[in-house]
RNA sequence: GGAGAGAUGCCAGAGUGGUUGAAUGGGACGGUCUCGAAAACCGUUUACCGACUUGUCGGUACCAGGGUUCGAAUCCCUGUCUCUCCGCCA
């Protein structure tokens, strides 16, 4: 959630920037907010001023009781019982306007930093980045979804039968492929300084809150109405979370915590083609990395957490490509985003694996996320986060990019963590 | 699931209707003392909203929401959460 006080004091520049999203009426509603901030001014200035009148009075009332002049309490009881209705009115105009003017502001997207370039969607996104070749596959190379049968390591059809559709079952050597992944990130991570929490993965609705899934997006979470839970959709909604309603001290930043989590999509609607096999699931696994930065360094951890994405899928030895979105095909919570993307060769296809997100105060500002400055000023914190990786694509690219006719040969760097080479 | 207790500032913990933003202790910060430190002593130390002369003033807030009252941390109602005991249990 945008802050108001920033639209008042730098109107163009948030008018501007919203338009790289390509949104209709941004004019109008930035006007909206702004005149409904200037009505709840206004009316709580003329609350608090009547509200001082009756507080004084209800101190000479006690001491003129206290010392018998009962009449002249009387006087007063009554001019404060005229006080006492008109705040009541101007009080209910004022949560009325207070309501709208949040109502207004959760409609808002975050505004894109300078740099994201102006677009719709997909196609003007910027590739920024190339890494790595893309192999060229023998004559009988199969897609993942074929492979994962002729190996009998990932069973689409028993998630089915237990489940559902979209919540595979990982068997033998495909479950330990996913077990070395996880762990081979999560290992890489500490390495650079990133704490490992281990959330919780159902949370409440003032988390939801917290990282912007609700009130917009409920539909994406899978819900408990027994206990009124939500099953994370990812890992940033927790952790992110832990630093709800906190204000850190100069010394806890910065903040750098990793996690890993089941992750858990509803995806209503979204089912086709294009999303066989691991594209995409209903409950997939995710290590997740985040941190917390003042904000005059937040764009070089922006750079810095890429560049470790990055690593990993060169230690991986997958070719991908790194994207900056554009402003419509950026979430609604981000400032600037890039995404990561691996070549998937039976499915020539480059697939998302990353995305890694900088939202600025945007976040901060709904979860009241702040620190101390210098000056000891609280100030809001930034907060950035970034999949590092979703598994399923990557696993779905191994698979695709390094069969052989003898099998699948496991990438160098995850032998010591599966123990074995191939996968045959 | 049953029974009981509770929710106050950074922490512990007082406060059962009137200058209580809140005693007391601890912590943190600043100062005095000291070559330096410890101890001791003195002082400071919540957040949010609003107004303007940007430092001051006004308002709000003692789990949340309602109510009683001229006045609520204090009384009443509802909800949430936590703890203890019992039950169940990886």
Not at 344 to 355: F, G, K
Request: glycine share 6%; net charge negative.
């Amino acid at each position: 959630m945008l802050q108001v006080a920033t639209i008042r004091d730098e109107k163009e520049r948030i008018i501007q920037g919203l338009k790289k999203r390509r949104l209709k009426n941004i004019e109008e509603s930035i006007e909206n907010i702004l005149q409904l901030d200037q009505k709840r001014r206004q009316a709580q200035k003329q609350q608090d001023e009547l509200q001082a009148e009756a507080n004084v009075l209800a101190k000479e009332i006690g001491n003129l009781m206290k010392s018998g002049q009962r009449e002249e309490a009387e006087q007063r009881k009554a001019r404060t019982a005229e006080l006492k209705k008109t705040i009541a009115d101007l009080s209910a105009d004022l949560s009325k306007t207070e309501e709208n003017l949040q109502k207004a502001l959760y409609a808002i997207p975050n505004v894109p930093e300078t740099r994201v370039p102006e677009g719709g969607g997909a196609d003007d996104n910027l590739t920024v980045h190339q890494h790595g070749t893309i192999p060229t596959l023998h004559a009988e190379a199969l897609p993942h979804w074929e492979l994962i049968k002729k190996y009998d390591i990932i069973d689409f059809d028993l998630g089915i039968k237990i489940s559902g559709a979209g919540f595979p079952v990982y068997k033998g050597k495909g479950a330990k492929l996913q077990r070395a992944l996880i762990n081979f990130f999560l290992d890489e991570a500490e390495k650079q300084g990133y704490r490992e929490i281990q959330p919780p993965i159902v949370v409440n609705e003032a988390s939801g809150y917290g990282t912007g899934q609700l009130p917009d997006k409920e539909g994406q979470m899978y819900y408990i109405t027994e206990d009124n839970l939500y099953m994370i959709p990812t890992a940033e909604v927790p952790i992110t979370n832990l630093y709800r309603d906190v204000i850190l001290s100069d010394e806890e930043l910065p903040i750098r915590n990793v996690g890993y989590t089941p992750c858990f999509r509803r995806e209503a609607g979204s089912w086709g083609a294009h999303v066989r096999g691991l594209n995409r699931l209903h409950q997939f696994d995710k290590v997740e990395i985040v941190q917390i930065r003042k904000p005059e360094e937040s764009y070089q951890t922006l750079d810095e957490m890429c560049a470790y994405v990055q690593s990993l899928l060169e230690k991986l030895e997958l070719p991908y490509r790194k994207l900056l979105l554009c402003g419509g095909d950026m979430g609604f919570n981000s400032a600037m985003t890039y995404d990561m993307e691996v070549f998937s060769a039976a499915q020539q296809r480059w697939l998302e694996v990353s995305s890694v997100s900088n939202f600025e105060t945007f976040q901060a500002n709904r979860l009241k996320l702040r620190y101390k400055n210098k000056e000891g000023k609280t100030q809001l914190l930034h907060t950035l986060n970034g999949s590092a990786l979703a598994l399923p694509r990557i696993v779905a690219a191994i698979l695709e990019n390094n069969q052989t006719p003898e099998g699948i040969r496991v990438p160098q760097i995850l032998v010591p963590y599966t123990r074995f080479e191939i996968i045959s």
